[in-house]
C-alpha cells in the first residue's frame, strides 16, 4: 500500500482520452478472431505507443490464452484484454521507499518533461502527509529552474537549497543534503538539469551528483520524469537513463488527454522500473499514485 493511497486520501480518477477501447471492442464483436482481426488489435496497441516488441509480446499471449478461444462476446475478449495488460504492469512494488532518515529522492529526466513541475508536486504530497522536507535546486544551468524550484517551495513552505548559477550541481546537492540533516528533515529531494540523453559526460555527472550525496545520506529513489507524449522517443530516453543511473521508478506526465497512454506498458514491461507517479494535469494535487487496475481501465473504455 502506497504512502498516498487512494484508501488513506481522496484522488481524481486517472482518464486516458482514447479511442483505443472502441476500437478493440468492435474486432472483438467479430464471429471470428482471424489473421486480419490480430493484425488490427496489434495495429491499435502500437498506435497507443505500447511498442513493437511489447505488442508482439501481448498479441502472442492473447493468442494463446484458453479464456480468449472460447470467448463468446465483444466485452468478453475486452475483459480478457484488461486482466492481460493488467498483468503486463504487475510489479512487486510501487510505493515511495522514504525509509531513511533523511531519505534522498534524486529527479532526472530531459528538459521539457515538466521534472521540476513535478518536485513541487512531490514536495507538495509529501509535506501533506507529515513528512518535513528539503529541495534542493541542483540545475545549476538555467536560473529559471532554480526559481521555478523556489517557487514551488514557496508554495508548500518548503526550504529550497540553490546554488551560484552554472556551479558545481554536487555541490548544491551536498549543501541541500546538509541542510537536510541540520532540520532533521525526512525527505530532501534534488532537481537534476534536464540532461540530453545522448550526452555521456552529462550523465557521469548525474552520478557524481549521487556518490556526493551518499558519502552522508541515503539515496532511496532516483526518479526518472517521462513526458507521456513523447511515445516512443520517451521509452529511448528511459532506456538510457536506466543504464547510466539505477533508476527505482518512472513519474509519467502529461498523460491527461494523452491517447497515446501505452507507453507506461512499454516501459514497465521493457525495462522493468516500476510507474510509480503520473502527472494528469498542472495543478499542485495533479500528481497520483499509479494505479494499473485504473490506468487500464481508462485505457478500454
Do not use: Y
Amino acid at each position: 500500500m502506497g504512502i498516498f493511497s487512494r484508501k488513506n486520501k481522496e484522488e481524481k480518477p486517472l482518464k486516458t482520452k482514447s479511442t483505443f477501447g472502441s476500437n478493440l471492442l468492435n474486432i472483438f464483436s467479430r464471429s471470428t478472431l482471424d489473421d486480419q482481426a490480430w493484425q488490427e488489435i496489434e495495429d491499435t496497441l502500437i498506435m497507443a505507443d505500447v511498442g513493437i516488441k511489447t505488442t508482439q509480446e501481448i498479441v502472442q499471449e492473447l493468442k494463446n490464452n484458453p479464456t480468449l478461444k472460447s470467448a463468446h462476446s465483444a466485452e468478453e475478449g475486452k475483459e480478457v484484454l484488461r486482466n492481460q495488460l493488467i498483468d503486463s504492469l504487475a510489479t512487486s512494488n510501487r510505493s515511495l521507499n522514504i525509509s531513511a532518515t533523511p531519505s534522498v529522492i534524486i529527479m532526472v529526466g530531459i528538459n521539457g518533461t515538466g521534472k521540476t513541475t513535478t518536485v513541487g508536486k512531490l514536495v507538495h504530497k509529501l509535506k501533506s502527509a507529515g513528512n518535513k522536507c528539503v529541495l534542493g535546486a541542483a540545475d545549476t544551468f538555467r536560473a529559471a529552474a532554480s526559481q521555478q524550484l523556489q517557487t514551488w517551495g514557496e508554495r508548500s513552505s518548503v526550504p529550497v537549497v540553490v546554488g551560484p548559477e552554472n556551479s558545481e550541481p554536487s555541490a548544491v546537492a551536498f549543501n541541500a543534503v546538509q541542510e537536510g540533516l541540520a532540520i532533521g528533515a525526512k525527505v530532501v529531494i534534488i532537481d537534476t538539469a534536464g540532461r540530453l540523453h545522448t550526452k555521456a559526460g552529462l550523465m557521469d555527472e548525474l552520478g557524481k551528483v549521487k556518490r556526493v550525496i551518499e558519502k552522508h545520506a541515503t539515496v532511496t529513489e532516483t526518479l526518472l520524469v517521462i513526458d507521456a507524449t513523447t511515445g516512443q522517443n520517451g521509452l529511448i530516453q528511459a532506456r538510457v537513463f536506466t543504464e547510466a543511473v539505477e533508476v527505482t521508478g518512472i513519474v509519467l506526465t502529461k498523460l491527461d488527454g494523452s491517447a497515446k497512454g501505452g507507453i507506461v506498458i512499454a516501459v514497465q514491461r521493457e525495462l522493468k522500473v516500476p510507474v510509480k507517479f503520473v502527472g494528469i494535469g498542472e495543478g499542485i494535487d495533479d500528481l497520483i499514485e499509479f494505479n494499473a487496475e485504473d490506468f487500464v481501465d481508462g485505457l478500454l473504455n
